[in-house]
């Protein structure tokens, strides 16, 4: 199938810079929600932050003190990419320990959340059932369960992932994301896990960031709050930087999913606004 019937049968084209528009329209059915649940992305970087005290684990605690309690959360990790999009669908997901060389104190952290079972077919209806399978599989990985571990410690809330389908381009994601925006007004935290800035091969132990990495982490921040989400889509006409600070796109596109669902006037606060071990963007927002 060519790319523009396949973006035409889908629905996930983006006719010139469409991206208002589409906002306008997902928020169409909700905004007459006397609330709506805010979005967050979360820069989640080690996974150490899950048992190290650090200014990014008290930050994660802090923001959701505040929020209303959600029903659900929904996950996008970068943490889960899949051919063909997928979402969690066991009433038990399994705390995943996907990563090696770091300290038995890590491995041996269990989120027991629960699943929702119902709530995945929820995920998978607004997406499409020719878009979504549902997973007995996967369970929480830990772009998922290091945060979440320090929001909400006592794992009482169910949680559901929806992996990144690699077979999409960023545009796709972006459109993809904005379907879920009626979940917001239906008591779900949509929580999306990544790093804006994220190159593992350039990685330098420290507690600081390279220049260029500092510099495009405030371009983009400058692109978020001028609501340029065509620009954050095409990242890579960003200027040279762009494919040093994301060399793949796994940990950027949770980011795209956050964004989709902003509100035409909903405001959006940064946090943990800082770039660490040189080449890692701990920038968070949320949104609402």
């Known amino acids: 199938m ?3 019937a396949f973006l035409q ?3 996930l084209g983006l006719a010139g810079l469409t991206m208002g528009n589409m906002m306008n329209q997902s928020f169409a059915a909700v905004q ?3 609330l709506l649940m805010p979005v967050l992305f979360v820069g989640h970087g080690s996974p150490m932050n899950a048992v190290e005290d650090s200014a990014f684990s008290r930050a994660w605690a802090a923001v959701a003190q505040p929020l209303p309690r959600p029903k659900m959360i929904l996950s996008v990790s970068a943490h889960w990419e899949t051919e063909g999009a997928q979402v969690t669908a066991m009433a038990k997901p399994r705390t995943i320990h996907d990563f090696y060389g770091f300290p038995d104190e890590l491995f041996a952290v269990q989120y027991p959340a629960p699943g929702a079972p119902e709530f995945a077919r929820r995920v998978r ?3 499409g059932k020719d878009v979504v399978a549902l997973d007995q599989e996967w369970g929480l990985d830990h772009g998922t ?3 979440l571990v320090r929001m909400y410690p006592k794992a009482d809330i169910p949680v559901v992932q929806l992996s990144l389908d690699r077979r999409r381009t960023p545009a796709e994601h972006y459109a993809l994301a904005s379907r879920l925006a009626a979940l917001r007004a ?3 935290l949509v929580f999306c896990s990544g790093n804006i800035v994220h190159n593992l091969r350039l990685l330098e132990w420290g507690d600081r960031g390279f220049d260029w990495a500092e510099a495009f982490d405030l371009k983009l921040k400058a692109l978020i709050e001028a609501r340029d989400h065509a620009a954050l889509v095409d990242y890579p006409k960003l200027g040279p930087d762009a494919l040093r600070a994301i060399p793949t796109d796994e940990h950027y596109l ?3 999913y956050a964004l989709a669902l902003r509100g035409p006037a909903e405001p959006l606060k940064f946090f943990t606004e800082k770039v660490t071990l040189g080449s890692i963007s701990m920038r968070s927002c949320l949104v609402g």
């Open 125 to 127: 209806e607004l997406l």
């Open 254 to 256: 949770p980011l795209l």
């Open 186 to 188: 239906e008591g779900v």
């Open 32 to 34: 007459s929600s006397k």
């Open 145 to 147: 369960w290091s945060v």
């Open 2 to 4: 060519k790319r523009r």
């Open 9 to 11: 049968q889908t629905g």
